[in-house]
């Protein structure tokens, strides 16, 4: 068979020390060490990077190119092995952030009005109800349910934005007057307004319905789930008949305030409800712009899931010199005129947690890899040829397992037991988003925490992962009743729950 030269992926490049960067866009002639050969059936980076603009439409893609992947893989060509994980985590936000109509079909074009994508989903609200109940069917009444069992009246399609945590710490209208931040994630983010970021988690109606078909949404149809012998195994994607799989999105929202300087043109937008005011218990509507969005899907390639995360780009620097419609353009999360404060702290970690709150400076640990950028290069650049909001946004890098059916390294078997942790050697081996997981981000710290409860002491730099986060998500194994009629959940082992923390976290025992 023909060969024929091209240039090497930028990644690898970089790795040898940062030369050759722009080799993905820029013509000329490479050097005999900057030479590989490939079959000619064998797209090159540049033909997949710039098959991307094409690719950014309303269509949530199943998975990578498995065929193209399984080539990459026995040419040992890794770099190119994770751009087609990029494109892949640009495609799906694109899809997801997609404008549709009532039906829920998508609109010709990106800029077309029109709810998005996501907001069809269910979000945990709707999924893990009050004492256990059963949850309306996919398609219905988006947070009725929670909201009616809260009291609280709203209609259909009522956005409401309770959540100080990127995993949990929804308000419980019944019994507390404080948001219940018990998360592994420690406190809330302050912007640089002094107001709290909002979370949400959506699910799509793959993982919904595998939920409510196995009576995963309380406690106690998880006990008795276990207590049958199953085994919680979210669907993959199916090519046949173009189910997409399990998909979880969590969503990073600020409170949007031109009079302190935000530019909500940059932003992608909600109208909510909030809660503030002196005891964080007043409902206020407020319009809240998109900051953050982790995207995590389980597919054929990836059993243990394709973890991405987004970040919008004025979030931790801007340019100082640049103006937006002659406004200056705010960072959002740091102040880089006050250098010497400390970063990744929370500004309050006792309740009541308010607005109004001093800022927390917010410094992210993990650079976004040089390849990665000129990814989100092209992308950014045809979305704002389309006028799209979306390229205000920046992919920071996409972790997937490099080898699924490699099993997780026991704690104490440094450093496999943390690059390893989740099992399948995922790559790469630490990723979050700084605006969901800020204080997972200790830096140089003790082995034992980013292992399955280990507790080697030996120092090491981490910041903690997705999937080696989530690994840990156990489910409901039994349920015990005590002499009093109270109820204890049984949790099974790291793994259990199948990379989710929802069934652990959000679901409640039947009434």
């Not at 549709?100 to 079909?105: H, K």
């Not at 712009?289 to 973890?307: C, D, F, K, N």
């Not at 976004?368 to 205000?392: C, D, F, M």
Request: hydrophobic letters at 40%; one cysteine or more.
């Amino acid at each position: 068979m023909s060969q024929r030269r091209i240039w090497i992926f930028a990644a690898s490049l970089a790795i040898a020390g940062g030369a050759g960067v722009t080799a993905l866009t820029s013509p000329g002639r490479p050097t005999q060490a900057e030479e590989v050969k490939v079959a000619d059936d064998l797209p090159t980076p540049h033909e997949l990077l710039a098959a991307l603009p094409g690719e950014l439409t309303p269509r949530i893609p199943l998975d990578v190119n498995r065929d193209l992947q399984k080539k990459l893989v026995d040419q040992k060509k890794f770099a190119e092995e994770q751009l087609l994980f990029d494109l892949l985590s640009w495609r799906t936000f694109v899809a997801l952030n997609w404008p549709v109509d009532a039906a829920g079909n998508p609109q010709p074009r990106i800029t077309d009005p029109g709810r998005k994508l996501w907001d069809t989903w269910k979000t945990d609200l709707d999924t893990f109800l009050p004492d256990g109940a059963k949850p309306a069917p996919w398609g219905s009444n988006h947070l009725n349910q929670y909201l009616a069992a809260r009291g609280i009246q709203a209609g259909a399609g009522t956005r409401v934005l309770d959540s100080l945590s990127s995993v949990h710490g929804h308000l419980n209208f019944k019994i507390s007057k404080v948001p219940d931040v018990i998360q592994a994630f420690k406190f809330p983010i302050w912007d640089q307004n002094g107001n709290m970021l909002r979370y949400e988690i959506l699910l799509n109606q793959d993982e919904f319905d595998y939920i409510v078909a196995n009576d995963l949404y309380s406690l106690d149809g998880q006990a008795a789930f276990s207590m049958k012998g199953g085994k919680v195994s979210f669907p993959m994607d199916n090519p046949e008949s173009g189910k997409l799989g399990a998909m979880e999105l969590k969503l990073a929202w600020k409170v949007l305030d031109p009079s302190k300087g935000d530019l909500p043109e940059r932003f992608l937008t909600v109208k909510a409800t909030i809660f503030s005011g002196p005891d964080g218990t007043t409902p206020t509507q407020a319009t809240l712009g998109l900051v953050a969005m982790h995207i995590s899907h389980r597919t054929q390639s990836s059993p243990q899931w394709i973890w991405s995360t987004f970040i919008h780009v004025d979030s931790l620097q801007t340019n100082s010199l640049a103006t937006f419609h002659g406004k200056p353009i705010p960072t959002l999360f740091y102040n880089p005129g006050n250098p010497t404060a400390l970063v990744n702290v929370p500004s309050q970690t006792a309740s009541p947690f308010l607005d109004g709150q001093t800022p927390t400076q917010v410094l992210a640990l993990t650079p976004i890899p040089l390849a990665t950028q000129e990814v989100n290069r092209v992308a950014r650049l045809e979305l704002e040829k389309r006028g799209s909001v979306l390229h205000y946004y920046e992919l920071m890098n996409t972790q997937w397992p490099t080898s699924p059916a490699t099993p997780p390294t026991p704690p104490g078997m440094l450093p496999a037991s943390i690059d390893n942790k989740a099992g399948g050697r995922p790559t790469p081996v630490y990723l979050i988003n700084p605006l969901m997981e800020t204080y997972f981000q200790a830096g140089n710290q003790q082995a034992g925490p980013q292992e399955q409860a280990g507790t080697e002491q030996t120092l090491v730099f981490g910041t903690e992962s997705c999937v080696g986060c989530h690994s840990s998500a156990p489910v409901i194994t039994a349920v015990t009743v005590g002499p009093n009629g109270v109820k204890t959940a049984v949790q099974g082992p790291a793994f259990s729950g199948e990379f989710s923390w929802l069934l652990f976290r959000r679901a409640q025992f039947t009434k």
